[in-house]
């Protein structure tokens, strides 16, 4: 007797996790990072070295020469999140509503372009940062919006839509800032005119000298807590308005919600206009808070790609995309803890990699899922 409870215990428990994108989630982590440990090991070196730079960028770190605890690798890894949560709330918001967003790097791209442009043309003036990230906001969801028209007015495939203006955003950008802004190039160092100082993110780290605890040296700016607002908007949206339901109806069955009387036009160019608009914040928080000048972008960042990555790993929901973007935070702030402990620092490039392909294969969950659904239902015949 106790041995079939068990049986049953053992079952429900692989149902369970077949059953959720929680657990599922969990699990490509560890097998990215697990496969990471691996090729460690297959190039001489010592794992634990992996290990520690990545505890290391959730904590903090010893300083010995101080004999104080610093907070700075988490400082870095909070600010590397703030690009990858917004753009994965941009896909994952798209994806809600049946859309996939591979445009949140242009929509990115002409957020920042948005604010540096406001951020050298407009003289400084207190609280001009706010104005920046509103107009960088504008922007993007403008960039966004398109899209979403070409797909519901005239049913252009959006991944083809936005793939092309992720290339017009980059060399719109690049034509602008060389030709339009003042004093495009300075010195062939590929930077233009200082932004203005109302227009920078201020820090928002504690400073405290004394004692065991050292915060001097935490860096992180405001862009921090509006990427706690977009989280927190997202959530709201998606799950206690009007609005989000006829969102997500349409996200879950477009026809059956056209016939419920949601106008599924609206909701999908409306859809895609708020993913654009995460995209921009994102755009402006990266140029206010990590530069004091303005760009003349040579490539892609790729955070708008990351933010894809982001937003599978999250399941396209709002705690798990803020969950999941600190996750890729922590790894790029290991990628400079590494060099360090004698890691090859492309082995972080290989786990963001392969937790990205074990979440494509968790499609694979679907065929287990339904192989044991007519298992149970043989067991229940019987």
């Not at 004394?210 to 405001?222: M, V, Y």
Request: hydrophobic share 50%; net charge positive.
């Amino acid at each position: 007797m106790s041995e079939k409870i068990k049986k049953e215990n053992k079952t429900s428990f692989i149902d369970w996790f077949l059953g959720s994108e929680a657990a599922t989630s969990v699990a490509v982590v560890i097998l990215g990072i697990i496969a990471g440990t691996i090729i460690v090991m297959c190039v001489g070196k010592n794992p634990g070295g992996l290990f520690k730079a990545i505890w290391q960028s959730f904590v903090g770190q010893y300083n010995r020469g101080l004999g104080k605890w610093s907070l700075a690798p988490l400082g870095n890894t909070l600010t590397y999140a703030i690009p990858y949560v917004l753009c994965g709330l941009s896909m994952g918001f798209a994806n809600r509503v049946g859309m996939f967003n591979i445009g949140a790097e242009g929509q990115y791209m002409v957020g920042m372009l948005a604010a540096h442009a406001f951020a050298v043309c407009i003289p400084s003036f207190p609280g001009q940062w706010f104005f920046c990230i509103i107009v960088a906001m504008l922007a993007g969801a403008v960039w966004g919006g398109i899209v979403g028209v070409l797909k519901a007015k005239f049913k252009i495939s959006e991944v083809v839509a936005t793939i092309m203006l992720n290339y017009i955003a980059l060399y719109l950008y690049r034509l602008i800032a060389l030709y339009v802004l003042p004093e495009g190039l300075i010195n062939k160092t590929y930077q233009t005119a200082p932004l203005a100082n109302g227009a920078l993110l201020q820090g928002i780290g504690i400073r405290i000298r004394e004692g065991a605890l050292q915060l001097g040296d935490f860096q992180l700016n405001i862009g921090f807590i509006f990427m706690l607002l977009s989280v927190l908007a997202f959530w709201y949206i998606m799950e206690k308005t009007k609005l989000g339901f006829s969102l997500r109806a349409t996200g879950f069955n477009k026809e059956a919600a056209r016939c419920s009387g949601i106008n599924d036009t609206n909701a999908i160019s409306t859809a895609m206009a708020i993913s654009g608009a995460f995209a921009g914040i994102a755009g402006a928080c990266v140029l206010l808070g990590s530069l004091r000048f303005g760009r003349i972008m040579q490539s892609q960042d790729n955070y708008g790609f990351m933010g894809i990555a982001v937003a599978l790993v999250g399941n396209s929901k709002a705690l798990g995309t803020l969950l999941a973007g600190i996750l890729f935070g922590a790894l790029k702030s290991a990628y400079s803890l590494m060099q360090f402990m004698s890691i090859p620092r492309e082995v972080v490039n290989i786990i963001e990699g392969l937790i990205v392909i074990f979440i494509a294969l968790r499609a694979g969950l679907e065929i287990v899922k339904a192989y044991r659904a007519k298992q149970l239902l043989k067991k229940e015949a019987r």
